[in-house]
């Protein structure tokens, strides 16, 4: 179930504090909650409401946080991430509660201008795997079909340190495509995903294909965002976990 929604901040009907942490637009809340984060979403007759508490300290991705996109000034964002948070709460649907736990991934990441006019889009991986190694990949896709050389990634050990990840140090192979039928874009939906300095030998799969998202209410873009499974070694020890993959570009030009 997707949906999304966008307003301007007249009348209190959207906007983020700056002396707290509190950020909401109608009904849809995310607020601090002593270590953690409360995220609360309403829509008809659905209903969720979870508690974040992390388990890690933040991980800051690229050089001390900047994450670099392209060649020249400006192409870079902030990027951090929480990487594996405790979930609990309580998802309401026509009226039936049920208590849900599991575990989240926060990104936040900002900047402006990000892309240059010869890349087309991203790929990006969120990974969180049973022995509590967490990776994240950042694939920039230039126009003419390579990887821009300022894709990255990070890698979380169990105990909260991180490795940088630069492209030489990990490669993605996709293993099979799938058009919409909807949009009629073509997406990569299955890989092989491989860090060979860290043993990591990964096959990427979604829990079903059909996560495209149309945003063109909030966003205007169309792109694929879903969760998929994970299966493989570390280290020569099978592993297995589950995680969050984002396609822009595929369908139709990103706008930025």
Do not use: C
Request: glycine share 10%; net charge positive.
């Amino acid at each position: 179930f997707f949906r999304d929604r966008a307003n301007r901040g007249y009348h209190g009907k959207a906007g983020a504090l700056t002396d707290r942490y509190y950020v909401w637009n109608e009904d849809w809340k995310v607020e601090s909650h002593g270590e953690g984060h409360v995220v609360e979403v309403k829509y008809r007759d659905k209903a969720l409401k979870l508690q974040l508490t992390p388990l890690k300290p933040p991980i800051r991705h690229g050089r001390d946080g900047l994450s670099r996109k392209g060649e020249g000034p400006g192409r870079a964002s902030y990027y951090y991430s929480l990487t594996r948070l405790r979930t609990e709460g309580v998802l309401a649907i026509d009226g039936v509660k049920e208590k849900v736990e599991g575990l989240s991934w926060m990104d936040h990441e900002f900047g402006s201008d990000q892309l240059v006019k010869r890349q087309v889009g991203w790929d990006w991986f969120s990974i969180q795997l049973d022995d509590k190694t967490e990776i994240m990949l950042y694939l920039i896709r230039r126009r003419d079909g390579s990887i821009d050389p300022h894709s990255s990634g990070t890698l979380v050990y169990e105990d909260g340190t991180a490795r940088r990840l630069t492209l030489r140090d990990f490669n993605v192979k996709v293993l099979e495509k799938w058009r919409s039928p909807r949009s009629r874009g073509i997406y990569p939906m299955r890989w092989n995903v491989n860090i060979p300095a860290e043993k990591v030998q990964l096959k990427i799969t979604p829990f079903f294909p059909q996560q495209e998202l149309d945003s063109r209410k909030s966003t205007r873009i169309t792109y694929w965002e879903g969760a998929v499974q994970a299966q493989g070694s570390y280290r020569g020890k099978s592993i297995q976990g589950s995680g969050y993959v984002e396609m822009t570009g595929y369908a139709g030009k990103l706008r930025m």
